[in-house]
C-alpha cells in the first residue's frame, strides 16, 4: 500500500519525481510545454527530438507513480514555429501509449471565437483573397485522456457519496460532449498569471470530479502557475505539483495563498498546507535561456 502524501510542491526536474512512490497518485492532470511556440517557449528546446525526449522521460515516470487503473489528462495543441506545423498532441500520444498507457478518449477544449490570443491567421486570406492563402484561427485544444491499465470499480468505498458528481451541473455544462466550451484565461496586466500560459479552472475542476474520489491525490507535472493544485485543494483532494522556472514561485504562492516565505526540505515541519521544496535541478528559466542561446552563438561562431 503506497504511503500517504502531503501537499507538495517540487521546484525541480519532472523527470525525476523522486519524491513520489510507485503508485501514490490517483490523477494527472497538466499542461506540457508546447514546443517552442511563440510568446511561451521559444527557443526553449533544441529542437523537436529534444521536446520528445522530454515527453518519453515524463512519460515514464507518470507510469510509476500513477496507480493501478488511474488516469493521466494532458491538455495540448498543434504548434507553429517558424511557419511549421508540429503534431504535439499525436506525438504525445504516441508516446505515452508507448510507454504502456491505453488511450481513453479525447476532448476538444473549444474557446470562444472572440477571444483568440495570438493575431488571426485568417487575415492572410483577407489580404489575399486568393487560392492557397487560407489559414485558419485555431480556437480549440485537445485533452488527452490516457489510462494506466484496468480500473477495479469500488462497491462499498466512504468517499463514494462525498465524491459524487453533481448531475444537474453535468447535464447544465454539457460535460458529457466529447466538446467543453470554455473561455481561456489571458496572461493580461492584474491578473496572477501575467506573461504565463495558464489554462481556466474550469478545465481541472471537470476532470478532477469526474476521474478522482475526494482525499486522493491529483497531480501537475508542469504546475506553472500551479492552477491544477488550487482546484485540488478546493475539491478537498491532496496536491502536488512539478515546475522547473523558479520565476514561476512567487505566482504560485500568491495563487494558493501560501504566506510564509521560508522554503523547507521534507523533513521539516510548518503551519503551510504545502511543502516546498526546491531542488538543484530548477532553474531561472530566462535567465538560463538566455545563457543557452550566447553558448549555442559562441560555438557557431568558432
Known sequence: MPQELKNLIVFGD??????????????????????NAPFDYPDLFKDYDEFLELMRDVAKEIYRVLAQGRIACFVTQDVRVKGKLYPVPADILRIMMEEGFNYRDRIIWRKPEGYI??????????????????????????????????YKYPRNKPELQSSQIDMQEFNREKWYLSVWDITNVLPLKGRIEEGIAAFPEEIPYRLIKLFSYVGETVLDPFMGSATTLKVAIELQRKAVGYEIDLEHLDVVKRKLGIGQTRLFNSDSSNSSPF???????????????????KRQRSVAQK
Not at 519532472?14 to 514546443?35: I, W
Not at 483577407?126 to 487560407?134: A, C, D, E
Not at 511543502?275 to 542561446?293: G, M, P, S, Y
Open 14 to 35: 519532472c523527470r525525476n519525481m523522486k519524491e513520489l512512490p510507485d503508485g501514490s497518485v490517483h490523477l494527472v492532470v497538466t499542461s506540457p510545454p508546447y514546443f
Open 117 to 150: 490570443r495570438i493575431s488571426r491567421r485568417s487575415g492572410v486570406q483577407i489580404q489575399h483573397p486568393y487560392p492557397m492563402y487560407f489559414y485558419p484561427d485555431n480556437i480549440y485544444e485537445e485533452i488527452l485522456i490516457l489510462q494506466k491499465g484496468k
Open 275 to 293: 511543502e516546498i521544496i526546491i531542488r538543484n535541478d530548477a532553474k531561472h528559466l530566462r535567465t538560463w535561456l538566455q545563457e543557452k542561446v
